[in-house]
């Protein structure tokens, strides 16, 4: 079970009106690796794409290297340095850079434009 719509978050200065939402679907499946995690940023759009009113503008994946990250379980949105931002956790990730932690959790900032 996926979860669609586990984390949810406001996405500002995207879309038609500056407006957008992230999604995060904390227990989506990679390959072989489960739970990696996925979160999709839609746009808001005044006239309808292929009949619908939200656009899929990004898709962003959680670490496949070690399963049960939980990418996306949290969002948040802001502008960090004049640029708009998504602030997205894994509460369950293991970082590769952090040698001999394992299920940590971690925090992504992803720049959007």
């Known amino acids: ?3 669609f719509g586990g984390g949810l978050s406001w996405v500002e200065g995207i879309g038609d009106h500056g407006l957008g939402v992230a999604v995060g679907i904390a227990r989506k499946d990679m390959g072989f690796s489960t739970n990696a995690g996925e979160v999709r940023v839609y746009a808001y759009r005044d006239r309808p794409v292929e009949g619908r ?24 949105s802001g502008v960090l340095n004049g640029q708009n931002t998504l602030v997205i956790g ?4 293991s970082p590769p850079e ?3 932690e394992v299920d940590n959790g971690a925090v992504y900032l992803m720049p959007l434009e």
């Open 90 to 93: 894994a509460p369950w990730a």
């Open 1 to 3: 079970m996926a979860r």
């Open 98 to 100: 952090v040698q001999g």
């Open 53 to 76: 009113l939200f656009e899929a503008t990004a898709v962003m994946v959680g670490q496949t290297w070690r399963g049960n990250a939980g990418f996306g379980t949290n969002l948040a």
